[in-house]
């Protein structure tokens, strides 16, 4: 198939949707033309997925060929591969593409199957995602080498009512001939983990004992198992053709290979009639609740499935459902507004109320692609912000997959000398460790050490989202059963991990690494960790106080047999109390943080000369590693540390802790310690921008806005320089939104009262948004002259809301609004709202 430039088309229905509908811009993510450059990119933002499954948004007729990528996915589903690289053998973990179901073809008489790798022209290409109604739209006008001209019209769906259920849809009309029309239809088990370039010559066949058959006229199958985690996997498709509307008798021919499955329909077609071909698939895991075998339920399900308009609007209604709940309403530019629209669907795509149904965890490149095998790493941090306030159901499910691996984290931590629960930094099917101990670096061609394993904060990360999750919701149930489990073993690593220096009457937390990744070690001392990380320290003692808290919580519920169960002792809980408040924290010579023990000693880099040399220097420890030198010797950061207290913790927050912690503390150094640590900071990482939009914002809000671009533009644009093909950012896309939502309106939630500050940046005119919160839905709505809060009619007690110091006593159905003048509430009135 030849590449095609930008060439609109006066029959493309998309052209007109696009054209006609005004609010289109922000809802429909378009691409016009075929760029092989960045095909893998597409696919990736133009995944579909319903939080339980997923398929990348490669084209019906391709398979993977260093340009396209239909990879298929089921959340949770891992396999591991021993590989013999260099000599050096390496066994890891991935998430598995399974069997290819979207494949959809076709041929005019006897010639050649459509495939991007063909000899038709393509005369015309247009793809929109509809990200309102979870629908992949395309359309192709084909021109073979005999000038037949041949329009193609998909729609493609993951249902979001039925977890288990996908359909594409095939209209295919000559324009210009008439003839045998053949259309085919696969289940393609053939395939592999390809999609990450850097892993190549790693072992990538996860699917063995495939095989597959017919059910009923119109229904074949593919069954396949993965090779070390034997996880049973079945689909089944139903393909049906009509012509005009009608359906018709077709020969129908199938052929059942070794790996695959093809379904072949053939017709005689006049130029002009219409063709739809509605092929309907069905996936199911022995993972799966409820069945009694993947097969039959597969079968069963593509049975009896709806027809394919009935299942659009059943899917169409379930998206319309999600998006009343999790809508943020930006009055700003459309390429803002599609921005977040586009973030919100695949944070909602990757992580829905079907996926609390599951043991999954958040995977930091969604169900887009193969980047870091699917691995689960910190980045629930940045999500769970988005999901607490709307889905907090969902929220606890995924906090329980952390609980369920809590054994295997404490034989982590034992297994290095220490008490509690180790959690992992990156993890997958059972919570073990699956961090890889090398890395290449293509751009020396060497291996280089990873010694991320070392950045032991993500059980820090845990137990704020535990925290947050508690503050949310009061979800007594929880913290009782799960949450103050995982608060106490974290709580025993740390105290493990601390180390008592008696002439300063400090704790010591060496060999660790902190969020910034560039310093694993010293330069005398590489690998072996930092000493007294800033972020590691403070998140240490604050992380302690939250174990006291729910120490004294649970305690006055009188929450029987917790505590005994937990062997928690009045020593213990009076070690803890000690040691957050001791903990040590370096200072630099001018008075700000430092972001961990020997930081000023480090030399300043030539960020200028590297920014002019290499252009982007994300990357920069590989940049160095190339030159034979080491991020080790330099103040150099690859996203934020210190600055990512100021993205957990308000400045009052902040303060309060480095005061508890026996140290001065003005926060009126925050926006020097800001200036200074940017400065610093490659933006190596997705993550750094959605931080520092946020810390900027305090003081800077021109400079917030434009941060904050750039962190919704890090999918939509590969600003990382290709590494979406291999699955969007997912804690970014997340956090970007999470900055609208909490960020810009001073949202917040403290000793039991929700807190509104609005910020909004000139460029964001007004802001509006539901939360759930203490069992009330609340709306907000923010401009630069007044906030706006009101509640539904419920059943919850009153909540306290403190708007810019304008403190109010919020009952069901009712309503505030506060009056800003130059960021101080002047005046509030409290009503009773109508039903909403």
Not at 82 to 105: A, F, K, M, Q
Not at 190 to 206: E, K
Not at 547 to 563: I, S
Not at 777 to 802: F, K, N
Request: charged content about 25%.
């Amino acid at each position: 198939m030849a590449a095609v430039g930008a060439r609109s088309d006066p029959g493309c229905e998309l052209c007109s949707l696009t054209a006609s509908d005004g609010d289109s811009g922000a809802w429909l993510l378009t691409y016009l033309g075929f760029d092989p450059d960045t095909e893998g990119q597409r696919e990736a933002l133009l995944t579909l997925a319903n939080g339980y499954q997923s398929v990348r948004g490669a084209l019906a007729e391709s398979h993977a060929d260093g340009v396209h990528y239909p990879g298929v996915y089921v959340a949770g589903c891992y396999n591991r591969l021993d590989s013999l690289i260099d000599g050096v053998r390496h066994e890891d973990e991935s998430i598995v593409n399974l069997p290819n179901w979207v494949g959809v073809t076709f041929r005019i008489d006897d010639g050649p199957w459509s495939s991007p790798a063909g000899d038709s022209t393509v005369d015309h290409h247009h793809v929109g995602l509809d990200v309102r109604g979870g629908l992949l739209l395309r359309e192709t006008v084909l021109v073979d080498s005999r000038g037949r001209r041949t329009r193609l019209r998909q729609r493609r769906l993951v249902s979001m009512a039925d977890p288990h259920l996908a359909v594409v849809d095939t209209l295919v009309r000559p324009e210009n001939w008439s003839g045998r029309l053949t259309v085919r239809s696969t289940l393609d088990g053939t395939v592999r983990n390809t999609n990450v370039a850097d892993l190549s010559r790693f072992a990538d066949r996860h699917l063995t004992e495939v095989t597959s058959g017919p059910s009923g006229d119109d229904v074949v199958w593919l069954h396949a198992e993965t090779s070390q985690s034997r996880l049973r996997v079945a689909q089944a498709a139903r393909t049906r053709v009509r012509v005009d509307g009608m359906s018709v008798e077709a020969e129908r021919t199938r052929s059942f290979g070794s790996d695959a499955v093809a379904d072949e329909i053939s017709l005689e077609v006049a130029s002009g009639q219409s063709v739809e071909v509605e092929k309907t698939v069905a996936m199911y895991t022995s993972h799966d609740r409820a069945i009694s075998e993947p097969g039959l339920a597969a079968r069963e399900a593509a049975h009896s499935a709806c027809s394919f308009e009935r299942v659009v609007a059943d899917h169409v209604e379930a998206w319309a459902s999600l998006w009343r709940r999790f809508e943020v309403v930006v009055e700003a530019d459309v390429r803002t507004r599609l921005a977040a629209n586009v973030q919100i669907f695949h944070v909602l795509q990757t992580l829905s109320p079907h996926t609390a149904d599951l043991d999954a965890g958040v995977p930091a490149r969604g169900l887009h692609g193969e980047g870091y095998r699917g691995h689960i790493f910190w980045d629930e941090m940045f999500v769970f912000g988005f999901l607490n306030l709307r889905l907090p159901e969902l929220t606890r499910a995924l906090l329980l997959y952390r609980f369920r691996r809590l054994p295997q984290a404490r034989r982590l931590a034992t297994a290095q000398g220490l008490r509690g629960a180790l959690f992992p930094w990156q993890s997958g099917s059972d919570g073990r460790e699956e961090t890889p101990r090398m890395f290449f670096n293509p751009r020396s061609g060497r291996w280089m050490a990873d010694n991320s394993r070392r950045q032991f904060h993500v059980g820090l990360a845990v137990a704020y989202n535990v925290w947050s999750y508690w503050e949310a919701t009061a979800d007594l149930g929880f913290l009782a059963s799960f949450g103050a489990e995982m608060l106490v073993e974290n709580a025993r690593l740390w105290a493990s991990l601390a180390v008592y220096d008696p002439a300063d009457d400090r704790f010591d937390i060496r060999g660790v690494m902190g969020p910034d990744e560039f310093h694993d070690g010293y330069p005398d001392r590489p690998g072996g960790g930092i000493d007294n990380s800033a972020y590691v320290n403070v998140l240490a003692s604050w992380s302690l106080a939250r174990a006291l808290d729910a120490y004294r919580v649970l305690g006055e519920n009188e929450a029987a047999g917790v505590w005994e169960r937990l062997r928690v002792t009045a020593e213990e809980i009076e070690h803890w109390d000690y040691l957050r408040r001791r903990m040590r924290l370096c200072f630099l010579s001018n008075g700000l943080l430092s972001q961990f023990e020997g930081y000023e000693s480090l030399r300043e880099l030539d960020w200028a000369g590297y920014r002019a040399r290499y252009g982007n220097i994300g990357r920069l420890d590989q940049i160095l590693e190339a030159e034979g030198d080491s991020c080790l010797r330099y103040r150099a950061s690859k996203q934020a540390d210190v600055l990512m207290l100021l993205y957990l913790f308000s400045a009052e927050e902040l303060t309060a802790l480095v005061h508890q912690m026996g140290y001065p503390f003005d926060p009126a150094s925050i926006p020097e310690t800001v200036e200074f640590y940017l400065a610093r900071t490659s933006h190596g990482s997705t993550l750094s921008r959605v931080t520092h939009a946020w810390v900027l914002v305090r003081g800077d809000r021109r400079g917030s806005w434009e941060m904050l671009g750039e962190a919704l533009e890090s999918d939509l644009s590969d600003t990382q320089g290709g590494t979406t093909r291999e699955g969007i950012h997912l804690g970014a896309m997340a956090g970007s939104i999470d900055i609208l939502q909490r960020c810009y309106s001073g949202f917040a939630i403290r000793e039991g009262v929700l807190w509104l500050h609005p910020q909004l940046p000139d460029e964001l005119r007004n802001l509006e948004f539901d939360v759930r919160y203490r069992g009330h839905w609340i709306h907000v709505r923010c401009d630069h002259a007044s906030v706006t809060v009101s509640t539904r009619r419920s059943r919850a007690a009153p909540v306290r809301i403190d708007i810019d110091g304008s403190v109010h006593e919020l009952a069901s159905g009712s309503r505030v609004r506060v009056e800003l003048r130059r960021g101080r509430a002047v005046d509030g009135t409290l009503e009773t709202a109508p039903d909403l």
